[in-house]
T-cell receptor, first 117, second 113 residues
Framework: AQTVTQSQPEMSVQEAETVTLSCTYD???????LFWYKQPPSRQMILVIR??????QNATENRFSVNFQKAAKSFSLKISDSQLGDAAMYFC??????????????FGAGTRLTVKP | EPEVTQTPSHQVTQMGQEVILRCVPI?????FYWYRQILGQKVEFLVS????????KSEIFDDQFSVERPDGSNFTLKIRSTKLEDSAMYFC???????????FGDGTRLSIL
């Protein structure tokens, strides 16, 4: 079974600085999807960024970018120019793409990000 | 931008009672999901639903749980004979296709007393 590990329960960053959140996963599949979701105190789940495993190019979405290392099974999230509104719980998630019957997402335990003014 | 909506935002129920959590997925989405997040823990997959039937379910989704799409817009999660440990945030999600990102609702906080 696929597992997702986030080894940093908590991280903090100074406003306007850059922070990197770690995520590793375990899978025997070659094709899959990886996601970062943000969960602010309001408890919504907001999609931040998505990466297809077959793509070598790292996904970027404005101030958010990933460092996808397929061989190492690592998928870190970099937040540049951190803003107070970035403070949230961040979840890394994995989803298989082998068949439509295997489309549940596996989440990591989350990293709580604090942004200091 | 279209969004997934969930009602109610907070549900308080006596232990042993049945509860129905409601979700309206994004209108052109074909795949629907329920997830659970116990306070302070990770988000856990419960069930996925496609073409009016369950396509996958986790070990958490036992006979106590059921899902239904009673009409063209709603997607419901029913929990029978609720237990204290069912207290959690329940998230509904939908995606247009199975390989597309899942869009989450704001969640329903279920409190079992």
């Amino acid at each position: 079974a696929q597992t997702v590990t986030q080894s940093q329960p908590e991280m903090s960053v100074q406003e306007a600085e850059t922070v990197t959140l770690s995520c590793t996963y375990d899978t025997s599949e070659s094709d899959y999807y990886l996601f970062w979701y943000k969960q602010p105190p309001s408890r919504q789940m907001i999609l931040v960024i998505r990466q297809e495993a077959y793509k070598q190019q790292n996904a970027t979405e404005n101030r958010f970018s990933v460092n996808f290392q397929k061989a190492a099974k690592s998928f870190s999230l970099k937040i540049s120019d951190s803003q107070l509104g970035d403070a949230a719980m961040y979840f890394c998630a994995y989803r298989s793409s082998t068949s439509y019957n295997n489309n549940d997402m596996r989440f990591g335990a989350g990293t709580r990000l604090t942004v200091k003014p | 931008e279209p969004e997934v909506t969930q009602t109610p935002s907070h549900q308080v129920t006596q232990m042993g009672q049945e509860v129905i959590l409601r979700c309206v997925p994004i209108s052109n989405h074909l795949y629907f999901y329920w997830y659970r997040q116990i306070l302070g823990q990770k988000v856990e997959f419960l069930v996925s639903f496609y073409n009016n039937e369950i396509s996958e379910k986790s070990e958490i989704f036992d006979d106590q749980f059921s899902v239904e799409r009673p009409d063209g817009s709603n997607f419901t999660l029913k929990i029978r004979s609720t237990k204290l440990e069912d207290s959690a945030m329940y998230f509904c999600a939908s995606s247009q296709y199975s390989n597309q990102p899942q869009h989450f609702g704001d969640g329903t906080r279920l409190s079992i007393l």
